[in-house]
């Protein structure tokens, strides 16, 4: 698959177990600059453990590079939703979503975005969901392009920011994500960036 709108000789592609450093190494650059957004994810010291996980997504057919002249551009994950909760979509989650700066604005996010979208489609998926940290603008226009819309809300607030106290009666939150659990993978879904 080509990039859409970048030059004919960026592919999409499953790569092989040995681009898992190269992922990682990605993801570390990703991580970094997404703190400037927020994130509390702590970039170098999560290599090892993104490393393994992109192992693990490369075997399974969950993670796939933007290439171009045989060099990684650009990475996506990707999961079916499984939890313990029945729902009435079968949903996908789009983890990260990264393209190197120098190449934004070529169409290869779109088309990493895209094929991570087929391959939940083929896997039974009829609805897709992602997260993006309330300030990164820029990401949160690139999904809106691309179709997505606000679904659920995430509130946070620092430990020390007052006594928690809710005098309007509603103490329901419904925490957490709808099918009750987390994907249980080393990265935290808010690193996404815009890459378009």
Request: charged share 30%; aromatic share 6%; hydrophobic share 35%.
């Amino acid at each position: 698959m080509t990039a859409g709108g970048s030059d004919p000789a960026v592919t999409v592609e499953r790569p092989p177990t040995e681009a898992a450093d190269v992922v990682a190494d990605m993801w570390v650059d990703l991580a970094a600059d997404q703190r400037r957004h927020g994130s509390h994810l702590l970039a170098e010291p999560n290599r090892e453990r993104v490393r393994e996980a992109a192992l693990r997504g490369i075997v399974t057919d969950s993670l796939l590079v933007a290439v171009d002249g045989g060099e990684a551009v650009g990475f996506v994950t990707f999961e079916r939703e499984s939890g313990v909760y029945e729902q009435d979509a079968t949903r996908g989650l789009v983890e990260n979503v990264y393209v190197v700066p120098g190449r934004r604005g070529e169409g290869i996010g779109s088309a990493l975005l895209s094929a991570a979208e087929d391959r939940l489609r083929e896997r039974g998926c009829d609805a897709f969901f992602l997260e993006v940290l309330a300030a990164n603008g820029g990401a949160r226009r690139f999904y809106r392009e691309a179709g997505y819309e606000p679904h659920r809300i995430q509130f946070e607030r620092s430990a020390g920011a007052g006594d928690g106290a809710n005098d309007d009666g509603n103490e329901s939150s419904g925490g957490g994500r709808e099918n009750g659990t987390g994907t249980g993978t080393a990265t935290e879904s808010d690193t996404h960036t815009r890459d378009d």
